[in-house]
């Protein structure tokens, strides 16, 4: 079991910047991807950012060059760094682990992004 708990979703005006945190209840060591999705209303779910446990990262070509995803094995904790954030970057966040053929997902954090 993998539990996932998200934190640092918040209101922020556009252009400014965010830093979520996905703590997990387990070593992350060897978890081999980390995800971050988001769902805005009325939309899909959709990949915003991915990192394996060798920090290759993959990111959705609508956050590229503004967000960064990183992890501390040490802390067992995934992050996501929001900067340059626009309107339609509104959406609630989840921390997303595959782990043992299982997929984890955390409660979700809420971003506001104001124009």
């Known amino acids: 079991q993998v539990q996932l708990v998200e934190s640092g979703g918040g209101l922020v005006q556009a252009g400014g910047s965010l830093r979520l945190s996905c703590a997990a209840s387990?070593?992350?060591?060897?978890?081999?991807?980390l995800d971050w999705y988001r769902q805005a209303p009325g939309k899909q779910r959709e990949l915003v950012a991915s990192?394996?446990?060798?920090?290759?990262?993959n990111y959705a070509d609508s956050v590229k060059g503004r967000f960064t995803i990183s992890r501390d094995n040490a802390k067992n904790t995934v992050y996501l760094q929001m900067d340059i954030l626009k309107p339609e970057d509104t959406a609630v966040y989840y921390c997303?682990?595959?782990?043992?053929?299982?997929?984890?997902w955390g409660q979700g954090t809420q971003v506001t992004v104001s124009s």
């Open positions: 990192i394996t446990n060798s920090y290759s990262t």
């Open positions: 387990r070593s992350i060591f060897s978890i081999n991807v």
């Open positions: 997303h682990a595959r782990w043992a053929l299982r997929d984890y």
